[in-house]
């Protein structure tokens, strides 16, 4: 329900400053055609409050209401309304009345497609019969020099007024949607690739070596002993190494490399053009890193250094598939943990094809 009602107030306040323009535009189209007429008093105040007055207090209404976004589409139909009333009291003078009508219609075909401009064209046509009946202004459609360009502000200002509330609405969509591509390839604990995003990319890299024989290599992690950091110091300790060791990991990796998490403490990385010896190298640097990174402080007789088992797997042309890949690298990877943890495997592709 916050959300919805965040919403439809974004909403009202996106068409609060069209409206406050269009109104006060609008007010120099009817007034050069009022003064060419007799008019009452009560209509020149009703000009006056429509152009000064209805624009706050139709954001009021709406931002008040239960349904914000309800109440402004309610508001929009109101401005058709109003459009056709001031069409009708112009006896349709034909180029102010024409654009009353078209910049209203405008407003409703962007806020709700054709269906409510057909809503906003009927509330248009009541707000005509409405003037017809309570002022009997004789019609009279002649436009004058001077109405012309009494008119030629709310042509030209209204659209560029709408146009640029349409282009920062576009802006705001545009970084909603990088956002959201961005959670949707980004593990939210450490900002690294997460498992679905990181398997596309080793597919990706997987299809190109396979047509250009190219070398890569890739790296699975185990980090040791993070169990006994989250039984002794607790989840927030867990996870604070794993921020630290993905930040580590970060700056330690080309910036063509690919590292991505798959959940808990297992990382994986994606080397391209990169051999498994250069990439034994890789994880040397990062163990070297490593060494003075521990759970609990440096005088804590508890405190728990973390190691790193890994597992390298080149590619080669025997793979069948990627999985072929990615298990050549899971079977190093259990083969260091075996042989004693904080140790780094290359696979072997035959044995693993085998």
């Known amino acids: 329900m916050p959300d919805v009602l965040t919403r439809g107030r974004n909403f009202a306040r996106r068409l ?17 055609v009022q003064i060419t007429q007799p008019v009452s008093l009560w209509l020149w105040i009703l000009l006056l409050a429509n152009a000064l007055c209805w624009s706050p207090l139709a954001y009021w209404r709406a931002v008040r209401a239960r349904d914000p976004y309800r109440a402004e589409l309610g508001n929009l139909l109101l401005d058709c309304g109003s459009a056709g009333f001031w069409a009708a009291s112009m006896g349709f003078n034909l180029l102010p009345s024409v654009t009353l009508l078209a910049m209203t219609g405008l407003n409703m075909l962007g806020a709700g497609g054709l269906a409510f401009w057909r809503r906003g064209l009927l509330a248009q046509l009541a707000g005509i019969l409405v003037g017809l009946v309570v002022l009997r202004h004789p019609v009279a459609i002649e436009t004058s020099t001077a109405q012309i360009y009494a008119c030629l502000p709310m042509i030209i200002a209204y659209p560029w007024a709408l146009g640029l509330v349409s282009f ?44 250009s024989g190219a070398a890569a290599s890739l790296v699975m992690i185990d980090l040791d002993n993070f169990k006994l950091i989250n039984d002794r110091f607790g989840h927030q300790a ?16 080309r910036t063509s490399d690919l590292a991505g998490r798959f959940g808990g403490d297992e990382f994986g990385i ?6 498994p010896e250069r990439a034994l190298d890789l ?14 402080g440096p005088g804590d007789r508890q405190n728990v250094r973390v190691g790193l088992s890994c597992g390298i797997a080149g590619f080669d042309r025997a793979y069948d598939d990627v999985a072929h890949w990615l298990q050549a690298a899971d079977f190093a990877l259990y083969r260091a943990k075996a042989q004693g943890r904080g140790r780094a495997e290359v696979a072997d592709p035959q044995g693993v094809l085998a």
């Open 16 to 32: 609060w400053l069209p409206r406050a323009i269009g109104l006060l535009l609008s007010l120099s189209c009817i007034v050069s």
């Open 168 to 211: 920062r609405l576009a802006q705001q969509l545009s970084r909603r949607q990088q956002e959201l591509e961005l959670i949707s390839k980004q593990d939210g604990m450490t900002g690294l690739h997460n498992r679905t995003h990181w398997d596309q990319l080793v597919q990706r890299e997987f299809a190109r070596c396979k047509r």
């Open 238 to 253: 867990g996870d604070e190494m794993l921020r630290q060791f993905s930040g580590l990991l970060a700056r330690t990796i």
């Open 270 to 275: 994606l080397l391209p053009d990169t051999s």
């Open 283 to 296: 994880i040397r640097r990062l163990q070297e890193r490593l060494h003075d990174m521990q759970a609990g």
